[in-house]
């Protein structure tokens, strides 16, 4: 992930965010409003900019946004597919990394599924723990298996997801 402070003097990063790094910037964002609850995502991304801390591009500007819109449905989700885990007991980390991908799953049908999934996983890999990152995909493959969604290819997603 590349941060503001790697701007040109244009103000442009002058590379091309894959929707690897889009994500990874949303999850940053998701991450961040899960300590800061009552704070617009539009005032995180103000103040992640401001702090040039990330340089969130419009797919991961959408993509936290949405899925703090749809917080609590997507939680109720992760709440049915945890078994025997409570949301409070969901670090962090997996927690939003779980959010992300129901989300794309959920209210974003041109991202396939195995892309979705398999970020997520990576993202827990990168910032958590190997058992994250397993009981995320476990969760997620849940998900995608119980909601029918894992024959959804996401055909209209750019290349190099």
């Known amino acids: 992930m590349f941060t503001a402070r790697e701007r040109n003097s ?3 990063t002058g590379k091309f965010m894959t929707r690897s790094q889009s994500r990874e910037q949303a999850f940053a964002l998701l991450f961040e409003k899960s300590f800061n609850p009552e704070t617009d995502m539009d005032d995180i991304i ?3 900019l401001e702090n ?3 340089e ?3 797919f991961a500007s ?3 946004q949405t899925a703090w ?4 449905s ?5 709440e049915k ?4 885990w409570k949301k409070h007991r969901i670090s962090r980390v997996a927690l939003s990394a779980m959010r992300l991908s129901i989300c794309e799953l959920m209210y974003i049908p041109e991202v396939p599924v195995g892309t979705s999934i398999n970020e997520a996983v990576e993202l827990c890999k990168k910032y958590a723990t190997a058992e994250d990152a397993s009981f995320v995909n476990g969760v997620l493959g849940s998900v995608a298996r119980e909601e029918k969604l894992a024959d959804r290819s996401g055909s209209d997603a750019p290349k190099g997801e």
């Open 81 to 84: 597919y945890s078994k025997n």
């Open 10 to 12: 244009e103000g442009s």
């Open 62 to 64: 959408m993509l936290a």
């Open 74 to 78: 997507i939680d109720d989700i992760i």
């Open 46 to 48: 103000s103040l992640s």
């Open 69 to 72: 819109d749809k917080l609590f």
């Open 56 to 58: 969130p591009d419009e």
């Open 52 to 54: 040039e801390l990330i």
